[in-house]
């Protein structure tokens, strides 16, 4: 057999900081590496795999649809397409009745942003500082973080960056070029920080005296992990423009972009060559009916909080803060967090970084209450150690 590590070392770029294991298997939230090793998957593929690694659902919906066919561009009609605009629409906020489908969460920012400046006719976009929204040059552009920024330099002129949570500073930068404000409703990569309730109420309300977009990015958020079917139903939340990806489609690449009537794109000014095909839809429609019909919302809620409980109850001298919403899930400690993170792995936990001093837990919303225990406990022996 192959070494395939030291094939992709040698003609992969070196873009990813490796762990020393390889994933050959998953079935639910547990995982088997190359030696047969087990662990407990709290990264889902960073969300990914919120409905379990190898849905039989997912499985299936793959398999039928690739025997019929499998592109189909957006310049011919397509049942599945149609199928899962439908669904979209009809379980997401009320205000949202058109569908733009893509590949990543990326290229649905991306989108996004061109969708506003179109539509508004400004050019300016209000983000939070700690934000996360890509890396593609427009979603590059309206992240945060100066180490994914920097070497990119000069990027989309005409983004601006005010503190999370802080209405009077955000409303202070809007003026009559802004033409959006992008915002997650949980800083994912941030950290795990959730919004204010009244703040987002505040930001709706301005958005609309003012004429601009507002744009959530649901890309993380989306699809049950906090505990609602996306995050904005929290709060009641209606955005111009809603950004989906991630757990849409069950593992398989597919993003969605859904908009409010005011959101008016001329025919030929966006495209996509892979984007809404009948493969990606009917996984998605797989995952989507699979979530709905055994209420994962329910399950991420009721499992984040007993989750929650039993990590409170402990003394974890090296814990600053553990913040939660759903299975979305972050461990702020009071040093940098990859020695733990490696730890964890070496116990058979995987879990992710968000910034230097969080570790951040995303397991599917199927995982066991069996499995749970397992990483509370690990997690208990890890950070008293």
């Known amino acids: 057999m192959k070494d395939f590590k030291k094939i992709e070392d040698q003609y992969g770029l070196n873009l990813f900081q490796k762990r020393e294991i390889a994933l050959i298997r998953g079935q639910n939230a547990r995982v088997w590496d190359e030696t047969g ?47 899962l605009m439908e669904k979209l629409v009809s379980i997401s906020p009320k205000n949202l009745n058109r569908v733009f489908l893509c590949n990543s969460g990326t290229e649905s920012i991306e989108a996004a942003l061109k969708f506003a400046r179109i539509s508004t006719a400004k050019t300016d976009f209000i983000c939070a500082m700690r934000s996360f929204h890509g890396r593609t040059m427009g979603a590059l552009s309206a992240t945060y973080s100066p180490k994914y920024r920097d070497d990119f330099k000069p990027l989309v002129p005409g983004f601006h960056f005010v503190p999370f949570n802080n209405f009077k500073q955000l409303k202070e930068k809007a003026n009559e070029k802004t033409a959006g404000i992008l915002l997650e409703i949980v800083q994912g990569e941030g950290g795990v920080y959730p919004a204010d309730a009244f703040y987002l109420k505040q930001v709706a309300q301005l958005c609309r005296e003012k004429n601009i977009i507002l744009i ?170």
Do not use: W
Request: glycine share 10%; charged share 20%; aromatic share 6%.
């Open 37 to 83: 090793k087990e662990y407990i998957d709290c990264t889902s593929g960073h969300g990914v795999a919120s409905i379990g690694h190898a849905n039989k659902k997912i499985v299936e919906a793959l398999t039928s649809q690739a025997a019929q066919i499998i592109t189909c561009t957006g310049s011919f009609y397509n049942e599945q397409r149609a199928a």
């Open 216 to 385: 959530i990015d649901e890309v993380q958020t989306g699809f049950a992990r906090t505990g609602k079917l996306f995050a904005c139903n929290h709060f009641g939340l209606e955005p111009d423009i809603l950004c989906l990806s991630k757990a849409i489609a069950g593992g398989f690449p597919l993003g969605a972009v859904l908009c409010a009537p005011s959101i008016d794109v001329p025919l030929g000014k966006h495209g996509t060559t892979f984007g809404g095909n009948p493969l990606g839809c009917a996984a998605a429609l797989a995952a989507i009916e699979f979530i709905l019909e055994n209420d994962l919302a329910a399950e991420a809620e009721k499992k984040g909080q007993y989750f929650i409980e039993k990590m409170t109850k402990q003394k974890l001298d090296r814990v600053r803060e553990i913040r939660q919403i759903g299975l979305m899930i972050g461990i702020e400690l009071k040093e940098k967090g990859q020695a733990y993170i490696n730890r964890l792995q070496e116990e058979g936990i995987l879990v992710l970084p968000a910034g230097a001093s969080v570790i951040r837990l995303l397991p599917p919303l199927t995982i066991g209450y069996e499995e749970l225990d397992i990483v509370i406990d690990t997690l208990i022996k890890v950070l008293s150690a």
